[in-house]
């Protein structure tokens, strides 16, 4: 029997990370997510979800050294990202370009986790007609990421802000590009194959590219007293409210909750509470109205929304969200490969034929004229 998307069809067993939707949970390694998201650093974090338990002093600070030293991306990948800069492509393209070219060095798991932020503070300086700035191995994951895009070390409340969401995303069931990941992983392949298949299925908007519009709406109203009325207009008009609704949570997103406290205090710390206090009365209004125009859908606010204010809180611009997303992601991708490599079997499915059949072969001089049309299209 067909399942589309292959909704509720159990693909892998897992110890990663436990969503249920109709709780608004998320497990991380047996952690709820906001008992493990705003204390532990992305360090910790990683080797959790790699290991199964949190690391001892000791550990960590093995891995820390670790992943300081393999920060470096080679000369190749330098000049692949001027390139892309220079013909100023999508920041998606260009971190899978530049982890396709990390195989010039390593095909670890350390090594792949450690150059991800790399190559996207790189090209995100290259883009803006910057020279890129050098790692420093005395700083964190998070903390070195933002170094690296503006040349200042950052506060420490920035740091945790970052870190929290790195942490937050991490991992988040078996979602279309973790599940692309753990494909390519379940054909013998190598760590970087499965990461570059993961970022191209992360690219599409349907999975990893809709932050940036949720904070658009937010400028859109600009004046929480003119949220009822732009939003009534939207959902009149037939238009999705971006950052409210997901696809598995039937209530509020809990990666929202934890999001909303760190954005609260990166915007109490920098002194200016005004966009934060306009996004928390768009989201209040936006839940009412949904319930109002959609009842019974149970439309709450998901992820999207304040990873837009917080990444927005951090100074980033919308083309680097998606890419820090997959700073996160990373490391919950290699988790899953290293996890289907532990119990491996091929992925693979099967199909069910709906075309034509016993059809009988023409020669070419007897099959008369059709339009002519674009290679690869039909009309």
């Known amino acids: 029997m067909e399942s589309k998307g292959l909704e509720g069809v159990v693909a892998a067993s897992t110890r990663l990370s436990h969503v249920d939707g109709e709780r608004g949970e998320l497990i991380m390694a047996g952690y709820p997510l906001d008992e493990v998201a705003e204390r532990a650093t992305f360090e910790e974090m990683t080797w959790l979800m790699?290991?199964?338990?949190?690391?001892?002093?000791?550990?960590?600070?093995r891995?820390?050294?670790?992943?300081?030293?393999?920060?470096?991306?080679?000369?190749?990948?330098?000049?692949?990202?001027?390139?892309?800069?220079?013909?100023?492509?999508?920041?998606m393209d260009a971190l899978r370009m530049g982890v396709d070219a990390v195989s010039l060095v390593t095909g670890d798991d350390i090594g792949i986790v450690a150059r991800v932020p790399t190559i996207v503070a790189t090209y995100a300086r290259l883009r803006r007609g910057l020279e890129p700035v050098a790692a420093r191995p005395d700083l964190g994951h998070a903390a070195n990421f933002l170094y690296m895009l503006s040349g200042e070390t950052p506060d420490p409340e920035r740091v945790r802000g970052l870190e929290t969401y790195l942490n937050t995303v991490i991992d988040h069931g078996l979602n279309a590009s973790t599940f692309t990941a753990r494909v390519i992983t379940s054909t013998g392949s190598d760590l970087v194959s499965a990461v570059v298949g993961a970022l191209g299925a992360l690219k599409?908007?349907?999975?990893?590219?809709?932050?940036?519009?949720?904070?658009?709406?937010?400028?859109?109203?600009?004046?929480?007293?003119?949220?009822?009325?732009?939003?009534?207009?939207?959902?009149?008009?037939?238009?999705?409210l971006m950052g409210f609704g997901h696809r598995i949570y039937k209530v509020r997103d809990p990666r929202a909750d934890v999001l909303a406290k760190a954005a609260e205090r990166l915007f109490t710390r920098a002194g200016d509470m005004s966009l934060y206090i306009l996004a928390r009365a768009v989201e209040t209004q936006a839940i009412r109205l949904l319930e109002e125009y959609k009842p019974g859908r149970r439309l709450q606010t998901n992820v999207e929304f304040y990873t837009a204010l917080l990444l927005h809180g951090l100074g980033f611009d919308t083309a680097l969200f998606t890419p820090t997303f997959a700073i996160g992601r990373v490391s919950g991708w290699i988790a899953h490969a290293l996890e289907q490599r532990r119990a491996n079997r091929i992925i693979r499915p099967q199909s069910e034929y709906v075309g034509p059949r016993y059809k009988k072969f023409v020669p070419l001089p007897e099959r008369g004229q059709r339009d002519v049309v674009e290679v690869g299209r039909r009309t």
């Not at 990948?77 to 920041?91: G, I, K, P, S």
């Open 63 to 91: 891995f820390r050294g670790s992943l300081a030293a393999a920060r470096e991306i080679p000369d190749a990948a330098v000049f692949l990202l001027r390139e892309c800069a220079r013909r100023n492509l999508d920041a």
């Open 204 to 240: 599409g908007p349907l999975h990893g590219g809709a932050p940036g519009p949720a904070l658009d709406m937010v400028f859109e109203i600009g004046d929480a007293s003119r949220a009822e009325e732009i939003l009534r207009r939207k959902l009149e008009a037939g238009e999705r």
């Open 50 to 61: 790699w290991h199964g338990e949190l690391p001892t002093v000791a550990e960590l600070e």
